[in-house]
């Protein structure tokens, strides 16, 4: 995964700072856009924010 990739051009969030979000704690859509106010724009992203999310959720199990 590119950390530095961008997936919310709006907000200009990265893979990364999903990544650091979950990493944290956060294991929602809404406590990552809570942290990273990515998707909370256009929401154009919200499914792709909410893949990575469930893939990192996932890892960490």
Same mark, same amino acid.
């Given at each position: 995964?590119? %950390?530095? *990739?961008?997936? /919310?051009? /709006? @907000?200009?969030?990265?893979?990364?700072?999903? !990544?650091? @979000?979950?990493? +944290?704690?956060?294991?929602? %859509?809404?406590? &990552?856009?809570?942290?990273? !106010?990515?998707?909370?724009? /256009?929401? +154009? /992203?919200?499914?792709? &924010?909410?893949?990575?999310?469930?893939? %990192?959720?996932?890892?960490? *199990?």
């Amino acid at each position: 995964m590119d %950390l530095d *990739k961008t997936i /919310c051009y /709006c @907000a200009g969030v990265t893979n990364g700072m999903i !990544k650091d @979000a979950v990493d +944290s704690g956060a294991t929602t %859509l809404e406590e &990552v856009q809570e942290i990273t !106010k990515a998707g909370t724009v /256009c929401g +154009s /992203c919200v499914d792709n &924010v909410q893949h990575l999310i469930d893939e %990192l959720v996932s890892e960490k *199990k």
